[in-house]
Structures are given as C-alpha cells and as structure tokens.
C-alpha cells in the first residue's frame, strides 16, 4: 500500500509552490475581455432602449404599444414575456460578469502595486471619466435599482404598478417632482462618462489604441448621442412638451 501511494505522488504535475491554474478568465487579458464583450452587450441594450423611450414623443398609445408589445412578442408560440425574460436575464449576467471583472483587475492592480508612488502620475486616458470609473459605476448601479423599482414596477412611482407605462412616466418627471428629474440628469451623466470611459478601454482591450484620437471621439460621440437621448424624455416632461 504504501508503495503504490509513493507511486502515485513521484508521478504528480510539477506545480510551483503557491500557483493554482487559471483558464482564459483567470487572466488580467481574459477579464479585460470578459469586460469588453459584456460592455458591447450593454451598449446594444441601451441604444435599444433609448429607441423604444423616444416613442413617448408619438403619443401614448404607440409608447404603450410598445410596451406591451416588449411582453407579447413571441406570442402564442412562446410565453407571455418570454423575450424580456431572456432579455432581463443576459443584461443580469452582463452587469455581473462586467462588475467582478473590474473589481478584479482593480485588486490585481493594487496587489501589483502595494506602495503608493510619492508622485501621482496621470493615467493616460486621463479625464474626470477615468478618476471617477469605480464609483461611477456604483452610482450607475443605484441608478439602474431606482429606475427598475420607479418606471417597470411602480414601487416609488406616484401612479403605481397598475397605471400605464406612458402614465407613470409624466407623472413620475412631473414639475412639482424636479427633484427627480435632477436626480436622473446626474446619474445619466456619470453614465455618459462611464460608457465614454469603458468604450475607450474596450478599443485598447481590441488593440485599436493606435487611432487614439478618432477612436476617443468616436466614444464621445456616442456617449454624447446615448445621454442626450434619455435625458430628452425626463426634460420635456418637467417643462410640459410631453403631458
């Protein structure tokens, strides 16, 4: 017995002390990846919905029919709700996926560098964007659980989960409620500079940093583009456009 067990441990993989293996994700360029790809998903989503919330500016019954339309399609073949279902659930593992990569890679970066330099250096992609990336995305991730429980499920909505999704958004950006509308313009805004930031860092991730300065416009513009389209609803609502 004791020679076949002496046999088994002379015949294990050489492993340095210490070394657990990783795949493809356990590496910094495999969760730089990881972040890029989910990223590119949440982009889609947004220009999606930004669409779909400009229909408010045709009327309230094509916004509600859009609406509903989101939780019949598929319909009779498929389930009530089956593709928002499939939708909610991609975006849930996108948001996962692409917050424990970055909180990665910032764990592996301090660890790789445990003592601070006596001069701050700027990074390269520099900005408010890049200093304000980490609790940007806390902010964007409050403003997303707000959103959810105020115009999908009416929880803190004035008009409640029973009134029709055209109601709940003019009375929820309603005058006398410009607080909340404040509220949405500077969480749209850390989200125009997240994207702005993580649309730059997807194109260096893809090794396309040599076009610096058409590849970091190009993020400006669509960033620019995306804000400007979210934040029209909640305006013209406060200022009567919209009622």
Known sequence: MTATLDHKVDHRPDRPAGRRPHGFYGSSNGKKAVMAVTGAVLVLFLVGHMLGNLKVFLGADSFN?????????????????????????????????????????????????????????????????????????????LFVIWHLLDLTFGVVNPEGGSATPYDRVVADFAPGRWWVTVFYLVALVMVGLHLRHGLWSALQTLGLAHRYRALKAASTVVSVVLVAGFVAVPVTVMIGVVK
């Open 65 to 141: 029919h859009y609406a509903e339309w989101l939780r019949t399609v598929g319909e009779p073949a498929l389930p009530h709700r089956t593709l928002l279902t499939i939708v909610e659930i991609v975006l849930t593992l996108a948001v996962v996926l692409h917050m424990w990569s970055a909180v990665s890679l910032a764990r592996r970066a301090a660890k790789a560098r445990p003592v601070k330099y006596a001069a701050r250096v700027k990074p390269q992609a520099g900005g408010y964007a890049t200093r304000t990336m980490r609790y940007g995305g806390v902010i964007v991730l």
